[in-house]
């Protein structure tokens, strides 16, 4: 039996957001975790018809090394600033949100970040960012090395509070 359908006008398709408008912003966003152990920043920010980079620093205030990546970064795409979504997502930063990882990382982070030491580098993401979507930054998971099973949970997880729509 062959079924053909024709003129289904009563069958709404959703409709993307318009791409954003290109563009580049300084955020200058200081965020610190857990009393100052960490400090992680956010400057440049440019979105791209093919994509998005930023340029991004974690300082190790805190008296361990801990295990970072290329994939310890990331764009937390959302609906909107509130922090009530955010939670949902993370269920209270205790589980890693969706996001958009980078397709580089330059320069590549050190496997372990020091006591005292600070990693700055740009990231950048080949997706086309939509307008109207709110904007958080990523930084982790990131675990001591004496850690086990890196997959059983982050000893640092940091979405930032700052928030920008694009």
């Not at 955020?27 to 975790?33: A, P, T």
């Not at 956010?42 to 093919?50: E, K, N, S």
């Not at 764009?75 to 930063?93: C, G, H, I």
Request: include cysteine; glycine fraction near 8%.
């Amino acid at each position: 039996m062959l079924v053909a359908l024709a003129g289904c006008s009563g069958i709404q398709h959703p409709t993307l957001a318009p791409a954003a408008t290109p563009r580049d912003v300084d955020l200058g966003w200081v965020e610190r975790y857990a009393a100052g152990q960490f400090t992680f920043r956010v400057g440049q920010f440019a979105v791209g018809p093919d994509g998005w980079q930023a340029n991004v620093a974690v300082t190790n205030n805190s008296t361990s090394p801990y295990r970072i990546s290329p994939q310890s970064f990331g764009l937390v795409p959302l609906d909107t600033t509130s922090q009530a979504e955010l939670k949902r997502l993370t269920e209270d930063l205790t589980r890693t949100p969706p996001a958009l990882q980078p397709v580089s990382v330059t320069p590549a982070p050190p496997p372990l970040l020091a006591p005292g030491e600070t990693y700055r580098g740009t990231i950048e993401g080949s997706e086309a960012l939509r307008s109207g979507t709110v904007l958080r930054f990523l930084f982790g998971p990131f675990t001591r090395p004496e850690a086990r099973d890196v997959t059983q949970g982050a000893d640092v997880l940091w979405v930032t509070d700052h928030a920008v729509r694009i």
